[in-house]
């Protein structure tokens, strides 16, 4: 049974930090490309940043400089840190696996909040 358990989410002030992670299991890690989306509510899931099994990265411009994105296959994991947070960052964060071939795997997503 495939399970992408996303945590670290929570309410932080503007400029604050946070750090995303989400666990893989049932899946051949290192074989996926991995991906961070995001809702806000009323809006449409968005790609926040994304890394493929040979450590391609590209983020959504509204990211560019202030998240990060990293994995380790060692530990079936990956990471998203988020810096310099602002109030439109506010939504729920989704971790995607994705494979050319085989499903693609969704997690449960985890409420990230930025408010003073």
């Known amino acids: 049974q495939v399970q992408l358990v996303e945590s670290g989410g929570g309410l932080v002030q503007p400029g604050g930090s946070l750090r995303l992670s989400c666990a893989a299991s049932?899946?051949?890690?290192?074989?996926?490309?991995m991906g961070w989306y995001r809702q806000a509510p009323g809006k449409e899931r968005e790609l926040v940043a994304r890394?493929?099994?040979?450590?391609?990265?590209n983020y959504a411009d509204a990211v560019k400089g202030r998240f990060t994105i990293s994995r380790d296959n060692a530990k079936n994991t990956v990471y998203l840190q988020m810096n310099s947070l602002k109030s439109e960052d506010t939504a729920v964060y989704y971790c995607?696996?994705?494979?050319?071939?085989?499903?693609?795997?969704w997690g449960q997503g985890t409420q990230v909040t930025v408010s003073s």
């Open positions: 890394i493929t099994s040979t450590g391609w990265i």
């Open positions: 049932g899946i051949i890690f290192s074989r996926y490309a």
């Open positions: 995607k696996a994705g494979h050319p071939v085989l499903p693609d795997y």
